[in-house]
């Protein structure tokens, strides 16, 4: 326990939040890491699981795709692509890395969403005369929507994580303590360190929870985003009767 | 009018749906294709919005080949029902009525109007436009169906066993409604369902289909009744049985109508005030 008190006091002592190497400059860069990363796998994988998931044509070459590149070790693609591109593209090689890990988890989120919409609820628009661009627009994207938020949560999660390598590469981030507390036996410094990712990694996943439930339409599965004078006068017995025509 | 000929539809799987159909759907009337799940029937239903297209064969609307038309347009000047409501479940019941109209332009003040004045047209209270379907009932998210299927005032409102997910008391009450709107509307309605009661009571046409969606027998609800063109049709319509099969009987010197089972059905009057 005394180890704990000791990284507890690691993290508050001034040096750490004012001193040359502060923990609100290092959150800050790994947070920039993450969020840059996750926003480049959006990019990327949105479109594609949006592809698969409406079209219901190339799941499994995406699923063995994103398999493999689960199975990558990160450490080993980022020392790699770092001497490929040179030491001054490191930055570009971390946010590779960060991407590979992220693609899968939001490739999956993306077309799970759009498969798990009603396809009642598909054939009626197209019956109706939606093109199959408004069919994804209007239907399956808003309808997909929690599902594709929940694989950007648990891509953020991944690519925090692993942004603590972005430090063995000179990068900084919150891994440049476990790294220091490493390589310097300073065991208060690793654990702190190790502290404020997960403290860091559980605010995210907050973030990300709160913005799965806001992301569910309102009218599914009998959820109203905004309290509904209508919906209260649903489960009245009176309207109940009245509305059983 | 709407002109099925020799259509065939072989699925990619190889099971043919629909092989050889002749079929001719008048205008302004109500077509009703019954038979049994598998038949076909609503196959021959979605060929019409190009929802399924045919392998051979042509299909025409008021002489416009369906295959030479866009679908995309086809299907907005046609009303589809469904079974299943297939309403939007996150749009608001007026939203989801004028769906169409809106995708096709029209300004939301008037969509709003109109989405009204239809939610009147079917019999919803207007208290309801703001609700969600998932707070609705099944016979008032059906209701919302068929006020969508009316957004554009189509000519062909194509309707596919619309009325097979409502419990009974609600089916009747929809049917009713149905032929209410049909008196006023006049459209080309197309019915599927495989209940013959609701065949005979709905169709100004029917259309009783055996396996691939051959036709066992075509007219109206009296000619089927008075001269079943075969076993399979007597055998469907359950011409020699329960409540189809009346005699009469003589009580008193009075006459009663009754069933196979022998139970009253009523008694017989001169003819005069019967229709």
Same mark, same amino acid.
């Given at each position: ?112 969403g759009i498969?798990?919409v009603?396809?009642?609820v ?14 994804l627009v209007r239907v399956e994207a808003p309808l997909g929507l929690p599902?594709l ?66 992301a569910v339409p309102a009218g599914v ?25 | ?24 759907? +008048? ?50 000047? =046609? ?9 939007l479940p996150h749009r ?40 969600? +379907? !998932? ?20 000519? =062909? ?10 419990? +009974? ?64 049709? !007597? ?28 139970? +009253? ?11």
């Open positions: 326990m005394t180890l704990f008190a000791e990284a507890i006091a690691w993290i508050f002592s001034p040096e750490r939040l004012l001193g040359g190497n502060p923990v609100s400059q290092r959150i800050g860069e790994h947070l920039r890491y993450t969020l840059i990363a996750l926003a480049v796998s959006a990019l990327i994988a949105v479109p594609v699981g949006y592809l698969i998931g409406h079209s219901g044509k190339g799941r499994e070459v995406a699923v063995s795709l994103a398999g493999a590149a689960r199975a990558l070790p990160s450490l080993g693609l980022l020392t790699i692509l770092t001497l490929v591109f040179g030491i001054g593209q490191a930055p570009v090689a971390a946010t590779v890395v960060f991407v590979v890990l992220g693609v899968p988890s939001v490739l999956a989120g993306a077309y799970a498969e798990a009603d396809r009642n598909v054939d009626a628009a197209r019956a109706m005369g939606m093109t199959e661009w408004q069919i599902l938020i929940g694989g950007l949560r648990s891509a953020a999660l991944q690519i925090l994580a692993t942004a603590v390598l972005a430090a063995y590469v000179g990068l900084g981030g919150l891994g440049i303590y476990i790294q220091r507390g490493i390589a310097l036996r300073t065991y208060d410094e690793m654990l702190g360190g190790a502290i404020l990712i997960v403290a860091l990694a559980l605010v995210v996943d907050a973030v990300f929870a709160l913005l799965e439930r806001l599965s009998g959820r109203t985003k905004r309290p509904s004078p209508f919906r209260r006068r649903a489960l009245t017995p009176a309207t109940a009767i009245e509305g059983a025509g | 009018m709407i002109e099925f000929r020799s259509v065939t539809k072989r699925f990619p799987d190889g099971t043919s749906a629909v092989s050889n159909l002749d079929l001719v759907i +008048p205008a302004h009337q109500t077509t009703v294709l019954v038979g049994s799940s598998g038949c076909g029937k609503t196959t021959i239903l979605r060929m019409i919005n190009r929802m399924v297209d045919a392998t051979s064969g042509t299909i025409e609307i008021d002489g416009d080949d369906v295959a030479t038309l866009e679908p995309v347009r086809l299907r907005r000047r =046609i009303g589809y029902v469904m079974q299943n409501t297939g309403l608001r019941v007026l939203e989801n009525i004028v769906t169409v109209p809106r995708l096709n332009g029209m300004p939301k003040a008037e969509a709003t109007e109109l989405g009204l004045r239809l939610m009147d047209t079917v019999g919803l209270d207007r208290g309801l436009a703001r609700r969600y +379907p !998932s707070q609705l009932s099944g016979g008032q998210q059906q209701r919302v169906g068929v006020a969508r299927g009316l957004a554009v005032d189509p000519n =062909i409102l194509l309707m596919d066993e619309p009325f097979g997910a409502v419990d +009974p008391i609600v089916r009747a009450e929809l049917q009713t409604e149905l032929m209410r709107l049909q008196v006023t509307l006049g459209k080309t309605v197309v019915f599927v369902t495989h209940d013959i009661d609701e065949a005979f009571l709905l169709g100004d046409q029917v259309v009783i289909l055996q396996q691939h969606a051959v036709v066992a027998q075509r007219g109206t609800p009296g000619e089927i009744l008075a001269h079943p063109a075969s076993g399979f049709v !007597s055998d469907f319509i359950g011409a020699e049985r329960g409540k189809r099969a009346l005699r009469i009987v003589e009580t008193n010197g009075s006459r009663v109508v009754v069933d196979a089972d022998g139970r +009253p059905a009523g008694v017989l009057v001169d003819g005069k005030n019967g229709s």
